[in-house]
């Protein structure tokens, strides 16, 4: 699991492959952000600009860590079979003042 300083942007991403290994894009695209505090807020690719496709298959999401704790977060893309892939970070206080 990455660690990162509090206040530090991620970047969560995904690829979505088929059986065959080859890239494709879901008919929808979704990603879910859950924050320590347990606040849910959901993208959905083309509605909103955060979520943003790099290629065909790849899409990434920039994460602003503001609270210390464990985050989690969901890709899911659906089509004729619906996929999904979900993951955690970590986030720690800062040892440095703010600027």
């Known amino acids: 699991m990455n660690t990162y300083a509090r206040g530090t942007s991620v970047q969560v991403s995904v690829e979505f492959l088929d059986l065959s290994k080859a890239a494709f894009d879901p008919a929808t695209v979704i990603c879910q952000i859950k924050t ?14 955060e979520l943003v496709r790099d290629s065909a298959g790849k899409y990434h999401l920039w994460v602003d860590a503001d609270e210390s704790g464990s985050w989690a977060y969901r890709f899911k893309g659906t ?21």
């Open 79 to 99: 089509d004729d079979v619906d996929v999904a892939n979900e993951a955690t970070f970590d986030v720690n206080e800062s040892e440095f003042s703010a600027p």
């Open 36 to 49: 320590p505090a347990g606040t849910e807020t959901t993208y959905t690719y083309g509605d909103d600009d």
